[in-house]
């Protein structure tokens, strides 16, 4: 009985041995692991998804990020460069016990891109599992860890004008319900139907009956076509007025 504790023991220590190896080692692997074991229990507390996105706008470049406070931040830096530690003075501040005070740093370059930079932190920098004993360029979709702090890195450099939206669609947004209920974009069924001849009779009938001040943010952004046919659909859906 007392070899078979011993060998018990014996076997648990090895499993623990690996265990802390593959954690030093591939942290990120079991980050991924618990993310897909929440995936199939729900009712277990979801590992937070951590992130840094890299943004290199035409006015300026910075960085938006989870890391701090739990909140999503934009982060601009006069220099590029945000420095990432437990000590109050990073820009970027962690409260992780495995983390230096000066651990890394984010630095962009231009006409180059984003890097990822080690202060000679204790516990290392890893981009991928790849230790960085240099400076690391950083691509889209890179897995960074730093101390027991694992997180995605993004790289936003373009920036598409995506069409617009489609009559038919506009028009369905105009008669929705107001959330209060309180409000319709239609007349009362009761309401005769006004005749209309030209489009600027529908654009004057338009503001006065209170639709403007619904959706004044985005109307004048319409050319006058655009308006005169959003008018035409609108009142071309009202029950013809039966005087009988």
């Known amino acids: 009985m007392a070899d078979f504790a011993q060998t018990e023991i014996e076997r648990r220590l090895?499993?623990?041995?690996?265990?802390?190896?593959l954690y030093e080692h591939h942290s990120g692997?079991?980050?991924?692991?618990?993310?897909?074991?929440?995936?199939?229990?729900?009712?277990?507390?979801?590992?937070?998804?951590?992130?840094?996105n890299g943004i290199v706008d035409t006015a300026a470049v910075?960085?938006?990020?989870?890391?701090?406070?739990?909140?999503?931040?934009?982060l601009r830096q006069p220099q590029q460069i945000w420095t990432i530690g437990r000590g109050r003075s990073s820009g970027i501040c962690v409260p992780?016990?495995?983390?230096?005070?000066?651990?890394?740093?984010i630095q962009h370059i231009e006409e180059e891109g984003f890097y990822l930079i080690d202060f000679n932190s204790t516990n290392g920098s890893f981009v991928n599992e790849q230790r960085a004993v240099e400076p690391i360029k950083l691509k889209d979709g890179d897995r960074i860890r730093l101390g027991s702090l694992s997180f995605s890195f993004f790289?936003?450099?373009?920036?598409?004008?995506?069409?617009?939206?489609?009559?038919?669609?506009?028009?369905?947004?105009?008669?929705?319900?107001?959330?209060?209920?309180?409000?319709i974009l239609t007349y009362p069924r009761d309401r005769p139907k006004i005749l209309i001849d030209s489009p600027n009779d529908n654009l004057e009938i338009f503001r006065n009956s209170g639709l403007a001040d619904k959706i004044d943010h985005w109307y004048e952004n319409f050319s006058s076509e655009q308006k005169s046919e959003i008018l035409d659909r609108l009142f071309s859906r009202q029950k013809p007025y039966n005087p009988s």
């Open 62 to 74: 910075y960085l938006m990020t989870n890391l701090c406070d739990n909140q999503t931040q934009s």
């Open 155 to 183: 790289v936003e450099d373009k920036c598409r004008v995506l069409p617009t939206v489609a009559i038919e669609l506009l028009m369905q947004l105009m008669n929705r319900k107001s959330d209060s209920k309180a409000e």
């Open 29 to 52: 692997l079991l980050d991924e692991i618990l993310q897909l074991e929440n995936l199939y229990q729900p009712s277990l507390k979801r590992v937070k998804t951590y992130y840094v």
């Open 96 to 105: 992780d016990s495995y983390m230096s005070r000066r651990h890394a740093a």
């Open 14 to 21: 090895t499993l623990y041995q690996v265990f802390l190896k």
